[in-house]
């Protein structure tokens, strides 16, 4: 039976978690099998190379498996090709008072004369059999350093081992890289750390539940030394919500499209102390994290009631509003790193995020367009229906649920002079309506057909078209997509056409309702799905929008 209250001893009771449970064999260094495989290999079966260079994120165990690799190769009783940790020289590397090791931190000691020192005692015989050199962030080493390091590295004393760690392996000279055998250390997995943490907790009697680990595996994002001082964070604060924030308002005011609650929820957030990189930073996690519970959950790291919390913003906020979200923050955070006023770069992306109408990109566009879907009233006729009459704005009793507004006619009356109507070809408005569906809106820019997917086509008079759309406020986008259709309309039907847009809100419930059997077919409305034959090219940028409107029927073949 384990005693509940282990007594801890003086030193356990002053270090930190990461420092106690630091591995001190190759057999105790967790999700990095790759590279204990091949340190572990090289001293079992006597070939050591000269230099190494261990890259990889910080608190991933390169400076861990750089001491235990000079504790293997000077074990006088190796196992393996692993340390004992009971020999003379295993205690005393672990207690930093070998003379075989050598650490120097190239982060202040990055001067040329710093290193010469260092490396003009490579040559001095020691104790062990081999003399081990670290040097921790070496790219951080001047460059009249590095090429002293180099002219060592070049010409390397018999029993001396380099091992050089970085978390910028490109920053390295790539003389020395050519030089060195590179391993590179990864992010460790979620359950990996998990497992860590629960058996340091067993290990010095700590009280944390299930919970409070989880978090810490949370806040570790891959990294052994963090989640273990973050589990020392929680364990001491006694909550998990006290070391990190809390953005379920901020999530209800994106998913409610409600500025002043967003707002309001950053200025308390901001008011607890957070810095506005840390909120950001922090948010996109959470919101990353909604992210992967969309589209692949098992690699989600969310668990038990944050996955729930975070699965349940997913599906009010949907995939193409978190990829935006998240798409806006990585932006503001590059931004903050130069502002003066960091706060005004986050409140500016989350008006921006709620309010599309301020950003003129083509993701805020389709997101106004859904809003606008979404937010019509959606009364269906109760039996298929006639299009409506309509009538121009101004022209006596025009229906209040229709109003005709011509925004664009090219002059084809018979005073023009050079036209003869009877010479031009006849247009008939199903072969029209059918055409433009299928011929005309894959021509148009992205822009265009983001607006004319829920626009339907509804009358035909000579040569003006007639296209109805569910609501003002997007008629009132078309003057950016008027010309570029103008365009592709007269491309394909060899005549100008003008346009005029009818706004008829209950437009949206007549194209999503599906037809009845024994029904007549409901005029054509546009959606995503184009049955366009292969000679039609789809415009997917403003670049071949330009083209298509310039040179219309152009074809690019090179």
Same mark, same amino acid.
């Given at each position: 039976?384990?005693?509940?209250?282990?007594?801890?001893?003086?030193?356990?009771?002053?270090?930190?978690?990461?420092?106690?449970?630091?591995?001190?064999?190759?057999?105790?260094?967790?999700?990095?099998?790759?590279?204990?495989?091949?340190?572990?290999?090289?001293?079992?079966?006597?070939?050591?190379?000269?230099?190494?260079?261990?890259?990889?994120?910080?608190?991933?165990?390169?400076?861990?498996?750089?001491?235990?690799?000079?504790?293997?190769?000077?074990?006088?009783?190796?196992?393996?090709?692993?340390?004992?940790?009971?020999?003379?020289?295993?205690?005393?590397?672990?207690?930093?008072?070998?003379?075989?090791?050598?650490?120097?931190?190239?982060?202040?000691?990055?001067?040329?004369?710093?290193?010469?020192?260092?490396?003009?005692?490579?040559?001095?015989?020691?104790?062990?059999?081999?003399?081990?050199?670290?040097?921790?962030?070496?790219?951080?080493?001047?460059?009249?350093?590095?090429?002293?390091?180099?002219?060592?590295?070049?010409?390397?004393?018999?029993?001396?081992?380099?091992?050089?760690?970085?978390?910028?392996?490109?920053?390295?000279?790539?003389?020395?890289?050519?030089?060195?055998?590179?391993?590179?250390?990864?992010?460790?997995?979620?359950?990996?750390?998990?497992?860590?943490?629960?058996?340091?907790?067993?290990?010095?009697?700590?009280?944390?539940?299930?919970?409070?680990?989880?978090?810490?595996?949370?806040?570790?994002?891959?990294?052994?030394?963090?989640?273990?001082?973050?589990?020392?964070?929680?364990?001491?604060?006694?909550?998990?919500?006290?070391?990190?924030?809390?953005?379920?308002?901020?999530?209800?005011?994106?998913?409610?499209?409600?500025?002043?609650?967003?707002?309001?929820?950053?200025?308390?957030?901001?008011?607890?102390?957070?810095?506005?990189?840390?909120?950001?930073?922090?948010?996109?996690?959470?919101?990353?994290?909604?992210?992967?519970?969309?589209?692949?959950?098992?690699?989600?790291?969310?668990?038990?009631?944050?996955?729930?919390?975070?699965?349940?913003?997913?599906?009010?906020?949907?995939?193409?509003?978190?990829?935006?979200?998240?798409?806006?923050?990585?932006?503001?955070?590059?931004?903050?790193?130069?502002?003066?006023?960091?706060?005004?770069?986050?409140?500016?992306?989350?008006?921006?995020?709620?309010?599309?109408?301020?950003?003129?990109?083509?993701?805020?566009? /389709? $997101?106004?367009?859904?809003?606008?879907? @979404?937010?019509? &009233?959606?009364?269906? #006729? *109760? %039996?298929?229906?006639?299009?409506? !009459?309509?009538?121009?704005?101004?022209?006596?009793?025009?229906?209040?649920?229709?109003?005709?507004?011509?925004?664009?006619?090219?002059?084809?009356?018979?005073?023009?002079?050079?036209?003869?109507?009877?010479?031009?070809?006849?247009?008939?408005?199903?072969?029209?309506?059918?055409?433009?569906?299928?011929?005309?809106?894959?021509?148009?820019?992205?822009?265009?057909?983001?607006?004319?997917?829920? /626009? $339907?086509?509804?009358?035909?008079?000579? @040569?003006?078209? &007639?296209?109805?759309? #569910? *609501? %003002?406020?997007?008629?009132?986008? !078309?003057?950016?997509?008027?010309?570029?259709?103008?365009?592709?309309?007269?491309?394909?039907?060899?005549?100008?056409?003008?346009?005029?847009?009818?706004?008829?809100?209950?437009?949206?419930?007549?194209?999503?309702?599906?037809?009845?059997?024994?029904?007549?077919?409901?005029?054509?409305?546009?959606?995503?799905?184009?049955?366009?034959?292969?000679?039609?090219?789809?415009?997917?940028?403003?670049?071949?929008?330009?083209?298509?409107?310039?040179?219309?029927?152009?074809?690019?073949?090179?």
């Amino acid at each position: 039976m384990v005693d509940a209250t282990p007594v801890l001893s003086s030193l356990d009771g002053v270090t930190s978690l990461y420092r106690r449970f630091r591995p001190n064999r190759f057999a105790e260094i967790r999700g990095q099998d790759h590279v204990v495989r091949a340190l572990q290999g090289a001293v079992r079966n006597d070939r050591v190379s000269h230099a190494y260079l261990f890259s990889g994120p910080r608190g991933t165990g390169k400076t861990t498996a750089a001491r235990v690799l000079a504790k293997a190769l000077n074990c006088e009783n190796p196992q393996d090709g692993d340390a004992c940790c009971l020999c003379a020289s295993c205690v005393a590397i672990a207690k930093g008072s070998s003379l075989d090791v050598i650490e120097l931190d190239a982060a202040s000691n990055n001067g040329v004369d710093d290193i010469r020192d260092i490396t003009a005692g490579a040559w001095h015989g020691t104790p062990g059999r081999w003399k081990v050199y670290i040097f921790d962030e070496v790219h951080q080493l001047s460059k009249a350093a590095s090429a002293a390091l180099l002219k060592t590295l070049e010409e390397p004393p018999q029993h001396v081992v380099f091992v050089l760690a970085t978390t910028d392996p490109h920053k390295v000279l790539p003389t020395i890289r050519s030089r060195s055998q590179h391993l590179e250390f990864r992010l460790i997995a979620g359950d990996t750390l998990s497992s860590l943490l629960h058996d340091v907790q067993r290990a010095s009697g700590m009280q944390a539940d299930d919970a409070t680990i989880e978090a810490a595996v949370r806040l570790g994002r891959g990294s052994a030394r963090d989640a273990l001082s973050a589990l020392d964070q929680l364990v001491a604060t006694g909550s998990p919500t006290e070391t990190q924030p809390q953005f379920d308002a901020l999530f209800r005011a994106l998913v409610d499209y409600d500025a002043v609650g967003a707002l309001k929820s950053l200025a308390v957030l901001s008011q607890a102390g957070w810095d506005p990189e840390q909120l950001a930073e922090h948010f996109a996690g959470e919101v990353r994290q909604v992210f992967l519970l969309q589209v692949a959950p098992e690699v989600a790291d969310a668990v038990d009631a944050d996955r729930i919390r975070l699965s349940a913003w997913g599906e009010q906020l949907g995939l193409a509003r978190t990829v935006r979200v998240l798409e806006t923050f990585g932006r503001s955070m590059r931004e903050m790193k130069s502002a003066p006023e960091k706060i005004v770069v986050l409140e500016v992306a989350l008006v921006r995020l709620i309010k599309p109408e301020l950003d003129a990109s083509l993701d805020a566009l /389709a $997101e106004r367009v859904t809003k606008l879907e @979404r937010g019509v &009233t959606r009364v269906a #006729p *109760s %039996e298929p229906s006639v299009a409506p !009459t309509l009538h121009p704005i101004g022209a006596g009793d025009a229906s209040p649920a229709v109003a005709l507004i011509e925004t664009t006619r090219v002059d084809t009356s018979d005073d023009a002079g050079s036209h003869d109507d009877a010479e031009e070809p006849s247009l008939d408005f199903d072969d029209v309506r059918e055409r433009f569906v299928q011929r005309v809106v894959p021509r148009t820019s992205r822009a265009a057909q983001l607006i004319l997917k829920s /626009a $339907e086509v509804r009358a035909l008079e000579r @040569r003006s078209l &007639t296209i109805a759309l #569910p *609501s %003002e406020e997007m008629r009132l986008n !078309t003057e950016m997509i008027t010309q570029g259709l103008r365009s592709a309309l007269e491309h394909e039907f060899k005549v100008p056409l003008s346009v005029q847009w009818v706004v008829d809100p209950s437009l949206v419930a007549t194209v999503a309702k599906a037809p009845r059997a024994g029904t007549p077919r409901p005029t054509p409305a546009l959606d995503d799905s184009y049955s366009a034959d292969e000679s039609v090219v789809v415009v997917q940028s403003a670049g071949d929008h330009l083209i298509t409107e310039m040179f219309p029927g152009a074809e690019e073949i090179t």
